[in-house]
């Protein structure tokens, strides 16, 4: 049985996956999840993942969840080149720093902004108070400057001079606020120099095809039919 | 030959911190402790705060090499060091059970543990007024569903978290779910599995784990004595 992934590439976390399967030609079969149609609470994705979450892997009868677990197992078993997850100690402590230092900074921050100025407002056409915009605007921007001043610092990418799993995780999530339609880049010239060299790393084709999505969101997010509000509504407390 | 110079750096009243002192204790990694109280803000000195900008602590050098965030520490350190392999397996789909508890982590158990005790700790310490009951209510409700899920999807009818060996993981949850202790409060009261896994973790770390929360029991006894 061929490895399988879940997802969907509205979501941050697959699109890593998805690029990393993608660059290094891991053969796999994409199973589609599509969030906005409620797939993830369907009884049969629910046996490969009781989270009810996209990335999901499934290799023979190994599940696994969890996009930072899901990379550094494929890096693993595929023999991916070094950089991606260096062997070197040091090197590979510093991706493992930012892995875990995202989850509650970065991904949190792009979450919630894309939540508050799209998801939200054009999705389940509810008014989202301004203070909340602004704190989060605030959280956003407190986590791009420490990317840029404590992550990449000086070097090319976060771990050196190579790219690694910790730029790829950085900027999928990253993206996500530009698809709410907030252009991050602009005034960074630090962090723009290194998106262009992370998507050259990765290929331009592949980047631009893996974004498409999220980047059509702030005029393609319609307001949602009652089945999927019912999905989404439970979530806005996790971000108002 | 020159000794290595390992230092930590820790607030043992932060639940990440006792994690890697109970790791560091319990595998005899020979290192040096140092205090940093978070309360009387000994992360915002200037010496510490050019070690760590971010100002927060756990901070491990490792001969000049300075890392952050408590996980990849202790993935470092059972890497770099002569330790048993169960902390951080080697094969790959045990590894990949270790990483996947600890990404989750940072989303469940971390935040929604500690939620509780800020508000039943924390903020009243610091702002001096009452616990606001409604908040707490709904933070000690989203706790029982992390709870569940710990229970469902990592522990099931396994003696620990990722196997049948205690791991990294089972540390970074298990202080976790000792910081509401502080204000009386034990989570996992109504939920025998997880009082079993509990007693297991602390049989299988020994003195460390009594070394590691001594601070935060006595903490726990002065509030009580109080009221």
């Not at chain 1, 000086?154 to 730029?167: E, K, T």
């Not at chain 2, 927060?56 to 002569?82: H, Q, W």
């Not at chain 2, 616990?131 to 029982?144: F, Y």
Request: hydrophobic share 45%.
């Amino acid at each position: 049985m061929a490895l399988e992934l879940y997802l969907d590439l509205f979501s941050q976390p697959c699109r890593s996956v998805y690029i990393f399967a993608k660059k290094n030609n891991i053969p796999f079969e994409f199973k589609t999840v599509s969030l906005m149609n409620g797939d993830q609470c369907g009884c049969e994705f629910q046996k490969i993942n009781l989270i009810k979450k996209v990335p999901a892997l499934r290799d023979g009868d190994f599940r696994l969840a969890e996009s930072i677990a899901i990379l550094l197992y494929l890096a693993d078993k595929f023999k991916t080149p070094d950089f991606w997850y260096p062997a070197d100690l040091q090197q590979r402590a510093r991706v493992n720093e930012y892995l875990s230092w995202q989850h509650s900074a970065m991904r949190l921050h792009g979450c919630r902004i894309f939540w508050l100025r799209v998801l939200i407002p054009k999705g389940l056409g509810m008014e989202v108070p301004q203070d909340k915009l602004d704190a989060a605007l605030e959280d956003l921007n407190n986590s791009l400057k420490l990317i840029e001043e404590k992550f990449i610092e000086d070097r090319p990418f976060i771990a050196g001079d190579n790219i690694s799993l910790a730029d790829l995780v950085a900027i999928v999530e990253i993206m996500q606020p530009v698809g709410a339609g907030l252009d991050v880049f602009d005034g960074r010239p630090k962090l723009s120099a290194w998106r262009d060299r992370v998507r050259a790393a990765i290929g331009t084709e592949l980047f631009d095809e893996v974004h498409q999505n999220v980047l059509g969101a702030k005029d393609n997010v319609k307001l949602m039919d009652a089945t999927t509000m019912a999905i989404f509504k439970p979530k806005i407390k996790l971000f108002m | 030959m020159a000794a290595r110079l390992l230092e930590v750096y820790l607030d043992l009243l932060s639940q990440p911190c006792r994690a890697i002192h109970i790791l560091l204790g319990c595998t005899n990694i020979p290192h040096t402790v140092r205090t940093v109280a978070l309360r009387k803000g000994e992360n915002r000195t200037p010496e510490f705060t050019k070690l760590n900008p971010m100002q927060k602590v756990p901070v491990m050098v490792d001969n000049g090499f300075v890392l952050t965030e408590s996980d990849a520490i202790m993935k470092y350190l059972a890497t770099r060091y002569d330790v048993p392999q169960h902390w951080y397996p080697r094969q790959p789909e045990r590894r990949a059970r270790v990483d996947e508890y600890t990404a989750w982590h940072h989303t469940n158990t971390r935040p929604h543990a500690a939620r509780v005790f800020l508000l039943e700790v924390l903020v009243p310490q610091q702002t001096g007024s009452p616990v606001d009951e409604g908040r707490l209510v709904r933070a000690l409700s989203q706790l029982e569903e992390t709870l569940d899920r710990l229970e469902a999807m990592f522990l099931r009818r396994q003696p620990f978290l990722c196997g049948d060996d205690i791991t990294v993981a089972d540390l970074l949850a298990v202080c976790e779910l000792m910081q509401p202790e502080m204000s009386g409060r034990d989570v996992l009261q109504q939920r025998p599995a997880l009082q079993r896994w509990r007693s297991r973790v602390q049989a299988a770390v020994g003195e460390a784990f009594h070394r590691a929360h001594a601070v935060l029991y006595a903490v726990r006894d002065r509030r009580a004595a109080k009221l």
